[in-house]
């Protein structure tokens, strides 16, 4: 079986398989974060670790966006054109040409939300969704669109799918609030509309930033596979516990800033075997999100290999 036929066992088949695959993600340094550099580079760090699938790292930055001095000035966000993901797609259709005969390759999507944080920062985004948060929803539209027009234009290039980021429903940001329920999930559910049919998606509930309290708003949430966190509010959960919870099967397991990234390297092996032994049948190996840049390769190999001893 390889790895594409395993992925899709994965999700598809009627009996889980034997192997249990793995994948791990981090950033590349920005001289290998587009062209041809970033196609070498994704498929160096996909041969090295021997993980199972090719997740292409989204490295563009928004546009220019007016000044956001007040929330109706969301209104006037600028919408992008294909054209303006050409960095993207350059580098998807270079993956596309170089590893999708031997595996499933899919790509990064930031949600809308992310993608304001990105444009207005934290706390203006914060601020202006308390005081108005009609006039902050025309812009989360446009930005809405503008991560559709990706989907389109990356599942035209022949994507197997999309590892879908969501953020916004985490217990620091509007507790006590319906924001996130009102104006933000309905932002994620309009991109996983457009992700539709797509073989393999993941859904990442993001806690890069912060924790989460409750993961119940995310059921519902599309996706073949959940990759989250298993520290929930005061509670921790196994794979199997997490893969219960939304009904499908889990990636995770390992912190992203633990033994994978500080080491020593002979405690990663024992680390992943104790989250091996507590994985559902349909289980990926990976971390709660995005390792440190300069987690060692051979880390994130020795857990891979870690997974595919197990059986």
Same mark, same amino acid.
């Given at each position: 079986?390889?790895?594409?036929?395993?992925?899709?066992?994965?999700?598809?088949?009627a009996?889980?398989p034997?192997?249990?695959?793995?994948?791990?993600?981090?950033?590349?340094?920005?001289?290998?974060?587009?062209?041809?550099a970033?196609?070498?580079?994704?498929?160096?760090?996909?041969?090295?670790?021997?993980?199972?699938?090719?997740?292409?790292?989204?490295?563009?930055?928004p546009?220019?966006?007016?000044?956001?001095?007040?929330?109706?000035?969301?209104?006037?966000?600028?919408?992008?054109?294909?054209?303006?993901?050409?960095?993207?797609?350059?580098?998807?259709?270079?993956?596309?040409?170089?590893?999708?005969?031997?595996?499933?390759v899919?790509?990064?999507?930031y949600?809308?939300?992310?993608?304001?944080?990105?444009?207005?920062?934290?706390?203006?985004?914060?601020?202006?969704?308390r005081?108005?948060?009609?006039?902050?929803?025309?812009?989360?539209?446009?930005?809405?669109?503008?991560?559709?027009?990706?989907?389109?234009?990356?599942?035209?290039?022949?994507?197997?799918?999309?590892?879908?980021?969501?953020?916004?429903?985490e217990?620091?940001?509007?507790?006590?609030?319906?924001?996130?329920?009102?104006?933000?999930?309905?932002?994620?559910?309009?991109?996983?509309?457009?992700?539709?049919?797509?073989?393999?998606?993941?859904?990442?509930?993001?806690?890069?930033?912060?924790?989460?309290?409750?993961?119940?708003?995310?059921?519902?949430?599309p996706?073949?596979?959940?990759?989250?966190?298993?520290?929930?509010?005061?509670?921790?959960?196994? !794979?199997? /516990? %997490? &893969?219960e @919870?939304?009904? =499908? #099967?889990?990636?995770?397991? +390992?912190?992203?800033?633990?033994?994978?990234?500080?080491?020593?390297?002979?405690?990663?092996? !024992?680390? /992943? %075997? &104790?989250? @091996?032994?507590? =994985? #559902?049948?349909?289980?990926? +190996?990976?971390?709660?999100?995005?390792?440190?840049?300069?987690?060692?390769?051979?880390?994130l190999?020795? /857990?891979?290999?870690?997974?595919?001893?197990?059986?």
């Amino acid at each position: 079986m390889n790895k594409r036929d395993l992925l899709l066992s994965l999700i598809y088949d009627a009996t889980p398989p034997a192997a249990t695959p793995a994948a791990f993600f981090l950033h590349f340094e920005p001289a290998a974060q587009q062209g041809q550099a970033a196609v070498d580079q994704h498929l160096a760090f996909f041969r090295r670790t021997g993980m199972d699938f090719v997740k292409i790292q989204y490295e563009q930055k928004p546009p220019a966006a007016p000044d956001l001095r007040t929330p109706k000035d969301w209104a006037r966000l600028p919408r992008c054109d294909e054209a303006f993901f050409e960095p993207t797609l350059n580098v998807v259709a270079g993956l596309l040409r170089a590893a999708q005969a031997e595996a499933l390759v899919v790509l990064t999507l930031y949600s809308p939300f992310m993608w304001a944080r990105q444009t207005a920062g934290e706390a203006r985004l914060a601020q202006h969704l308390r005081e108005d948060p009609e006039a902050v929803a025309q812009g989360l539209t446009i930005l809405t669109e503008n991560v559709r027009t990706l989907v389109r234009a990356g599942r035209r290039l022949g994507l197997d799918g999309f590892y879908a980021s969501t953020q916004g429903g985490e217990a620091f940001r509007f507790p006590g609030t319906d924001l996130f329920e009102r104006y933000i999930k309905p932002t994620d559910l309009a991109v996983w509309d457009e992700i539709g049919a797509s073989r393999f998606n993941i859904l990442h509930i993001c806690d890069y930033e912060g924790g989460y309290a409750d993961l119940t708003p995310f059921r519902d949430y599309p996706g073949h596979v959940v990759n989250c966190s298993l520290l929930v509010g005061e509670q921790t959960l196994t !794979p199997r /516990a %997490a &893969a219960e @919870l939304f009904g =499908r #099967p889990f990636m995770g397991g +390992l912190e992203r800033k633990g033994v994978l990234a500080a080491g020593p390297a002979a405690a990663i092996q !024992p680390a /992943a %075997a &104790a989250v @091996l032994a507590q =994985r #559902p049948a349909r289980f990926i +190996l990976g971390a709660d999100c995005t390792v440190p840049n300069e987690t060692p390769w051979e880390h994130l190999k020795t /857990a891979v290999d870690a997974a595919h001893a197990a059986r």
